[in-house]
């Protein structure tokens, strides 16, 4: 009896060192350099995975994210000692060579921004869905400078030193001439009015566009012509020492040298031609393309050369799966699909923005949720997918729930929205909602629930037709997430904690036995008989008894913070901010709960396909395993004789079983696994 406790002593020390840890995954890969500048010999470029750095002209970069709260960064300016960060949670500063970053006051919280510019010391920040700020502080407070912008997606900025001109997705143009106290539409002659870049250069403007090329304007914006050469999808532009630079995406780089009149193209050793930046230092050219590599240049001219291949995963915000599919959706690098359960991810191109705010999966449906083109739909398990915005007045959204065979959607601006018809129509529903900023939604068999960025938690129990707010006992009105499980509501605040009702939201108590009451959660999920939170400091908890305890998986997990959680197969699935995707075997989440002291027994692993291991925490005489159905009826029975049990399941049809552990004392435990 001795032999076997020391063998049982080494399984479970051999299972804690090849399980006990996290294990990242080879992706999703992050990509999509999207600004470069030079400062004091130091580079920087925004991507993707967060802020490159290098100090030496480009020979090599490292990821310097220290304090990134977001690693989506979108935009780089400079002012004073300060070089500063767009992403899309706030703005971020340095002045420490990116070592460390800082939130830029506190005004810009939570809010998406896609361009920062500065201009006679003051900083302007575009965003989506909240117009375009200013400070003039360096960021420790800022203001908003709406009058005569009502653009919902304001996408890039340009000066050329007294003017600005702000670029709209959707909207075209407007000029400020008064340091944005007041914005005018300036659209004469242009021939869409989705702006993608901007330059002042020689006393022109070249502005342009997603799909109908450059116009020039020689009269501060007034009117606008055709460019004479067809640059095609230009990302952004450049100047060095009079010459004037375009990336193209799918074309590579075109200068030109007499003001714009006439142009060439300088793609000589580029073996990347999407290009998404263009940057220079004193004397030399670079430009970051989709895969998130960066190639260089001399600005007086020669081949193009590599100046960083680093790979990196995503930020992964939304993790799903239908049918055999493991689906991840990124803050910044696309839309991803694994058939082999996260060891390799392919790119679904159909999804045509690089921004996934939310996925929800029903049978072979799959819908995602987007952050500028609204709701896109999959009828074959998330391979394929087309639009799906028929009645959609909001193409940002960033939550799902089903209930009653209904879909409900909720959007960044324009609160919940219903389909009835498997989003193939939506209509709006937000009478009695405080707040039109959707960040999550849950449901039961009972109601919908809908929590905001600055109201708190909302219920309606006649599909969404009226809604009432539900916040008696929160302490925080800033909700991240919901999660309804068995007769108990959960909500995430942004940085009190997590709290449970057991009311269906009439009454809130703070959990706070194991998760920290000042924790920022993230995402809440519910697997079988698990809870599930992700924080911002990049901690995972669990729960196997309602949110009462709660323990922590903190075993090599990096990349903070946790966005999304989803369990497949045999695993519990992370997304992080920084990292991609994480896996942690649910047999040693289900052994972990137990050591705590939760019952006498574990099984794993769950779901199984032909046996199941049994390990019994003592040893009795006269001791069974009971396999059920779950309407009672015996289809197992084993007595126990070692503390280590095998049990052959393969002839049960898949589904729920419950397992029953009764000892040679009368003692009884029940739990649930799965046959797949």
């Known amino acids: 009896m001795k032999k076997k406790s020391i063998l049982i002593i080494l399984l479970f020390a051999i299972q804690a060192t090849v399980f006990s840890q996290w294990q990242q995954l080879n992706g999703p890969l992050g990509g999509y350099i999207r600004s470069i500048i ?15 750095v290098s100090d030496d002209q480009g020979t090599s970069w490292t990821f310097r994210n220290n304090g990134l709260l977001s690693c989506d960064t979108k935009s780089l300016t400079k002012l004073g000692d300060y070089i500063f960060v767009a992403t899309d949670k706030n703005v971020f500063r340095t002045n420490d060579n990116g070592m460390s970053w800082e939130p830029a006051g506190t005004e810009l919280d939570g809010k998406y921004i896609k361009n920062l510019i500065e201009i006679n010391d003051v900083l302007f920040a575009a965003t989506y869905l909240r117009g375009i700020y200013s400070s003039a502080d360096n960021g420790d407070t800022w ?19 007294s003017t600005i001109f702000a670029g709209t997705y959707q909207d075209g143009l407007y000029r400020s001439t008064d340091l944005g106290n007041s914005w005018i539409p300036i659209n004469n002659g242009l021939a869409e009015l989705n702006i993608m870049a901007i330059i002042c250069f020689g006393n022109k403007v070249y502005v342009s566009t997603l799909s109908s090329g450059v116009f020039v304007s020689s009269d501060n914006g007034d009117t606008w012509n055709p460019l004479g050469t067809s640059i095609p999808s230009v990302k952004g532009f450049t100047s060095l020492n009079g010459a004037l630079y375009a990336a193209s995406f799918g074309s590579g780089v075109y200068q030109s040298l007499d003001n714009g009149q006439t142009w060439s193209v300088i793609n000589q050793g580029l073996s990347e031609m999407d290009i998404w930046s263009i940057g220079t230092s004193d004397s030399e050219l670079f430009v970051g393309v989709t895969s998130g590599h960066i190639y260089k240049r001399s600005s007086t001219g020669g081949n193009w050369s590599t100046s960083s291949a680093i790979g990196f995963n995503a930020g992964v915000g939304s993790i799903s799966s239908s049918g055999s599919n493991l689906l991840a959706g990124t803050h910044g690098s696309g839309f991803f699909a694994s058939v082999d359960s996260g060891d390799n991810w392919n790119k679904i191109n159909s999804i045509w923005t690089v921004e996934t705010r ?23 398990n998330g391979t394929t997918f087309s639009m799906s915005n028929t009645g959609l007045t909001s193409a940002w959204i960033q939550a799902f729930t089903i209930f009653d065979g209904k879909l409900f959607s909720g959007s960044g601006e324009e609160g919940v929205f219903i389909s009835t018809d498997a989003g193939s129509s939506w209509n709006p529903i937000n009478t009695g909602l405080g707040s039109l900023n959707i960040t999550s939604l849950a449901s039961d068999d009972v109601n919908i629930y809908a929590g905001t960025s600055d109201t708190g938690i909302y ?23 919901l999660q309804s499980f068995d007769n108990f509501l959960f909500a995430g605040t942004k940085n009190n904690g997590l709290f ?27 697997y079988d008989s698990l809870l599930f939170v992700g924080t911002g400091t990049g901690k995972v908890f669990t729960s196997d008894d309602y949110g009462n305890t709660w323990h922590v998986l903190d075993t090599g997990l990096t990349g903070a913070p946790v966005l999304s959680l989803w ?16 896996k942690y075997p649910l047999s040693m989440i289900l052994e972990t709960n137990d050591i705590k002291g939760k019952a006498d027994f574990y099984i794993y692993p769950v779901p199984s396909n032909n046996n199941i291991t049994v390990v019994t925490n003592k040893m009795y005489y006269n001791s069974f395993i009971t396999v059920y159905s779950t309407i009672g009826q015996v289809l197992i029975r084993k007595e126990v004789k070692e503390n280590i049990t095998q049990v052959d399941i393969s002839t049960l049809t898949p589904g729920i079983y419950l397992i029953e552990y009764v000892n040679g004392e009368g003692n009884v435990s029940t739990k649930k696994t799965i046959k797949f």
């Open 38 to 52: 030079f400062d004091n010999q130091t580079l920087y470029a925004a991507s993707g995975g967060g802020v490159l």
């Open 143 to 161: 203001t908003a400078v709406n009058n005569g912008f009502s653009a919902k997606y304001a996408y890039y900025l340009a000066t050329d030193g």
């Open 358 to 380: 939310a996925i929800i999966s029903s049978g072979q449906y799959v819908f995602a949720g987007t952050d500028m083109l609204g709701v896109f739909k999959s009828s074959n």
């Open 459 to 481: 219920f309606s129990n006649d599909l969404g037709v009226n809604w009432l707010a539900i916040n008696t006992g929160l302490i925080s009105l800033e909700i991240t997430s």
């Open 500 to 526: 449970k009702s057991s009311n269906q939201g009439v009454i809130w108590q703070q959990v706070s036995n194991g998760v920290p009451s000042q924790a920022n959660i993230r995402c809440i999920y519910n």
């Open 567 to 582: 369990v497949f197969e045999d695993y519990l699935y992370a997304g992080m901010n920084a990292g991609g995707v994480w």
